[in-house]
């Protein structure tokens, strides 16, 4: 018998709803009445924009209300006119940037030519950090350049800004390498 | 009205951000992988991923190209799956927008039949014997809003709604692909809710985009368990 797949389920399905009408079926709605619950009903939303390119895409981060206020999802904003809903797969996972095991809590050193990590304090890294930025850009400030120009520039640090640094977060980041008199700097977005 | 998905392959980019959301949206762990010399990752379709973007270098007309399919749960009109289980528990649709749902009860069928029984070789299996697929997100679409993927889909290759409008819609964009490529077609469109555009033929673009009719024994069992189903129905009601 020449018959595809497709038609012999059409066939016994004909067979089987005859059955079925003849009484012989069984009810299956208590079984799908149950309705699903949306895991984001309850939380909190906030309007975002991803940290990742340059596009800006609107995201909507979803927090718990209760206890600990942490992130249940985030996903594109439809209203937002750059992407309108939609995010791409480094966008679409940008939830995993808190909620993430793998994430680092505290400060990690490693010394010169040491080969492991270690933890250390939030105190001991922001004060080792403040004083060889402070050594190294002192070592070569220059107040003037050779024509004699102000120019309060330090050449031998240079910035080359994180991709997962938000927009306010730049500003800082931005304002504070100024302040310090750098004037190399980059930030992932513009590559 | 059931409701359906339309992906237009010729404008996906490949991008993965419909992977991407729908682990996301449904809070499944990461898979291990490592290189295995493409950018198609992960492997395969698992227990904790329902959407894997499949990329195949192929060349035709002596061209190269790259094409790209966003494979999922088709949610067949009529599910071999359904069918083969003929368990409510476990796997029903829903009647509002004709999704195919697994439930935890999977693990009481006969896993190796159901995964068998679909012609595109969706369903996967946990280790404890649950099977699990694309669930349409449902619980989203019930409350109004797209399917994750759906939502981010940044080329807009990706489309959902009311069965009748999603068919126009793909019907009228296969006539606009089919002008630059007259072997352009709708993959099984009258029997599945999530209608693909291809622009070359189907199989290049990944094993199991479009129903094979090489599992007629299968179906045979399947047909032969549907038929006699109303009677072990009965004998169970009376015991």
Redesign the interface.
């Known amino acids: 018998m020449n018959v595809t797949r497709r038609e012999f389920i059409q066939i016994t399905g004909a067979s089987a709803a005859g059955l079925a009408v003849s009484g012989l079926g069984f009810d299956l709605s208590p079984v799908k009445a149950h309705a699903q619950m949306l895991k984001t009903k309850y939380a909190k939303e906030t309007t975002t924009i991803c940290c990742y390119c340059a596009v800006g895409c609107g995201a909507i981060v979803h927090t718990s209300k209760k206890g600990d206020g942490r992130v249940i999802n985030i996903e594109g904003d439809p209203d937002h006119v750059i992407n309108r809903g939609s995010l791409c797969s480094k966008g679409a996972s940008i939830s995993q940037l808190t909620e993430n095991e793998n994430r680092l809590v505290e400060p990690m050193y490693r010394a010169p030519y040491a080969k492991e990590w270690k933890k250390v304090s939030w105190d001991w890294s922001l004060t080792q950090i403040a004083e060889r930025v402070k050594k190294t850009r002192d070592a070569a400030f220059e107040y003037k350049n050779a024509k004699g120009q102000v120019v309060n520039r330090s050449t031998n640090i240079v910035s080359v800004g994180s991709a997962a640094m938000d927009n306010e977060e730049c500003w800082i980041y931005q304002a504070l390498m100024r302040a310090i008199g750098l004037v190399y700097i980059e930030h992932q977005a513009r590559i | 009205m059931s409701k359906s998905f339309f992906v237009d392959t010729t404008i996906c980019t490949a ?3 419909c ?3 729908c ?3 449904h ?1 499944l762990p990461a898979e291990e992988t490592k290189n295995r010399g493409t950018y198609e990752n992960p492997a395969d379709l698992s227990f904790i991923t329902y959407k894997v973007v499949r990329m195949r270098e192929q060349v035709i007309d002596g061209k190269l190209n790259w094409l790209f399919f966003p494979e999922q749960c088709r949610h067949c009109i ?1 599910a ?1 799956c359904l ?1 083969t289980a003929g368990d ?2 476990a796997i ?4 509002k927008t004709g999704a195919i749902i697994f439930t935890a009860n999977t693990k009481r069928l006969n896993t190796a039949a159901i995964i068998e029984a679909c ?1 595109y070789n969706v369903p996967r299996k946990a280790a404890d014997g649950t099977l699990a697929k694309c669930d349409m997100c ?3 679409v ?2 109004g ?2 399917p ?1 993927c759906v ?4 080329t807009g290759a990706m489309t959902f709604g009311d069965r009748d409008e999603i068919l126009a819609l793909a019907k009228k964009r296969l006539g606009e692909v089919k002008k630059k490529n007259p072997k352009a077609m709708l993959i099984d469109e009258d ?1 599945v809710s999530v209608i693909y555009l291809v622009a070359y033929e189907p199989k290049l673009y990944c094993k199991n985009a479009m ?1 094979s ?1 090489a ?2 024994d299968i ?2 069992q ?3 368990k ?2 006699i ?3 072990t ?2 004998t169970s ?1 009376l015991l």
């Not at chain 2, 939502?151 to 940044?154: A, D, G, K, M, S």
């Open positions: 991008c993965r951000g992977q991407v959301a682990k996301q949206w809070d009529e071999p069918e409510p528990g029903f649709r829903d009647d012609p449902l619980d989203r019930e409350n809003l797209l994750a939502q981010t889909c940044p029997t129903a009719n599992v007629f179906t045979r399947m047909a032969l549907r038929m189903r109303p009677l129905n009965i009601r």
